[in-house]
């Protein structure tokens, strides 16, 4: 469940690949964990969970990691990178353009930020599906609202779904096992999925962003009919707690607290949202977003660079204990983050020779230059969480690799991966010469100290970054790639171009990463699955088409108990790893932030929350009042 409501909201699958730099009803609800009953229609459940028992019971007040009385009042100011171009989710591409909007629209259910692939009614009250997960109904809270005061109505989520659909690629792929959605009672909406047995559809389903049909359908206050086939910065019709106040197109956006949102007291509500406004304040880039940090025009900062975090905080309002500094655990996901090889050029097709690419990284040395020792080599698809596989395989992991032992590389039976070592110069000649012999291998060699193929034709090969503070890190790689005789090149593209060659596929070697829930499920085809590698604009940024890799992911996907998801999560893991995909980059196991002291938030913070920031916080006008007044 990686693809959550925050995820397909902030730019999508453009945010989700964004890498780190050195960086009471009057209907009977039962919980989750009660059986249905022995009758034909299946019990009503006030939440949902993958697998287990739910914390919270039906009637529950409130998560027990907010503050119910926090109060409310004051502004967040925060960063966003790039511009924004458009307010309509149905088209969103490019990274960045809309990702306050989530604070607008609203979903069936509401992820539980201290448990594992939990959620519980947010627009919807309750949910029932059959045993074998081949449908789930959704009943529609008779209390919500759009901010014009009419109704959230099952029309406007079947025709939500219609449209994310029809013009999103992510939202296609994600929703592809949806086959049907209806309108079945005065409240109810029902989907129906392709086939029985995936436990997760129904979450996932509760995930849906439900849009206002009517809106969509009708006219702005120009007379113009408003068409959901094109960007727009109309502001949107809502449901949920912030609505747009103004902006300026591409440069600041500020949402206010909708005094009056009908959804204030619900459980999955109460002690959040707390701010009266929210705005953003958009930086070309993440050096003058650093900038604008330091000269107080924001608040909040996540630092995913490395060298930022040890040598650009160095500044009176830190040193006074105007500006806090913190990090934040992250339990709650895994990611990879790499150089990705794009396996549909020629050049890529032999694992040998990615696996070269492999050797030839001199991580250590990177970290130490760049990154000033701060960072973990990632030698897993799901690094920091207990999904990755290590050792060899045993037991049910083992045994679910048997089913496609003649699929996959014979190293994933006989040896645990890991990847090269350098950091010393005798350690990267051994990696060069280990990198130049798989090379030589696969029929490659050096003339004229240029690296050539069968044919005499060299490879050559082009890293295309986005962010430039990224260039010096393709930059770090791009001799290591020479020595070995590949001519290569490093080249930043402004983010709508780098969008759409992406999006296209056009590219040799791009960075990106892949974020990974606790609970791994269809999001898995969008990445690695065959049937999304021709697909414009998914995730499967490598073109994977591998008949062992999507049969893995089945496995995953089907997993009856939490114990088989871990070990075919493992097993698909090992799989990934040792066909050399990837070259892998790096990891840092908790969130660094800055932030202006003007801020508290609850005693404990969940567990899975990460910061939890701005949702779970609240202006602290006595601790605003001791640091002055913003500039």
Known sequence: ????????????????????????????????ASADTAASEPAWRHGLS????????????????VNPDAPKGGTARQIGVGTFDNFNIAVAGVKGSIAPIGEIYQTLM??????????????????????????VVYRLRKEARWHDGRPVTPEDV?????????????????????????????????????????????QIVGELVVLPRHYWEGTDSQGHKRDISQTTLEPPLGSGPYRIKDFVAGRTLTLERVKDYWGADLPVQIGQNNFDEMRYEYFRDSTV?????????????????????????????????????????????????????????EQFKDARVRNAFNWAFDFEEMNKQLFYGQYIRINSYFAGTDLASSGLPEGQELAILDAVRDKVPAEVFTKPYQNPVGGNPEAVRANLRESM????????????????DAAGKPVIVEILVEDPAYERVALFYKPS?????????????????????KRKFDYDIIIASWPESLSPGNEQREYWGSQAADAPGSMNLIGIKNP???????????????????????????????????????????VRTARWDRFSHPAELPKYGRAGFPALWWFDADKAAKIGKRS
């Open 1 to 32: 469940m990686a693809l959550n409501r925050r995820h397909l909201l902030q730019g999508g699958a453009a945010a989700a690949i964004a890498p780190t730099l050195g960086f009471a009803s009057t209907f009977p609800i039962v919980s989750s």
């Open 50 to 65: 993958l697998f287990g028992d739910i914390k919270y019971p039906a009637g529950f007040k409130r998560f027990d990691y």
């Open 110 to 135: 509401e992820s539980s930020l201290d448990e594992v692939a939990t959620e519980y009614g947010l627009l919807a009250e309750a949910a029932q599906h059959p045993a074998d997960f081949s449908w």
């Open 158 to 202: 079947v025709y939500s779904l219609e449209v994310l659909k029809k013009f999103s690629p992510r939202y296609a792929s994600y929703y592809r096992h949806v086959v049907k959605s209806e309108k079945t009672g005065e409240r109810e909406v029902k989907f129906t999925f392709d086939s029985p047995g995936n436990r997760e559809l129904p």
């Open 289 to 345: 977003a650093l900038e604008g940090f330091k000269g107080d025009q924001v608040d909040w900062r996540l630092e995913n660079s490395a060298k930022n975090w040890a040598t650009a905080y160095d500044f009176p309002a830190v040193a006074e204990k105007r500006v806090l500094l913190e990090e934040f655990p992250n339990r709650s996901s895994g990611v990879m983050q790499a150089f990705v090889l794009n396996i549909r050029r």
């Open 437 to 452: 012999r798989l090379l030589k291998e696969s029929g490659f060699e050096i003339k004229d100290r240029k690296l050539v």
């Open 481 to 501: 790639l020479e020595r070995i005789g590949v001519a290569a090149t490093v080249r930043v593209v402004d983010d709508v171009q780098y969008e759409n060659r």
């Open 548 to 590: 062992a890799v999507d049969a893995l992911i089945d496995k995953v996907i089907f997993a009856k108990g939490r114990d088989e998801l871990v070990a075919a999560t493992k097993a698909l893991d090992r799989v990934l790893l040792w066909n050399h995909y990837v070259v892998p980059q790096w990891n840092y196991p908790k």
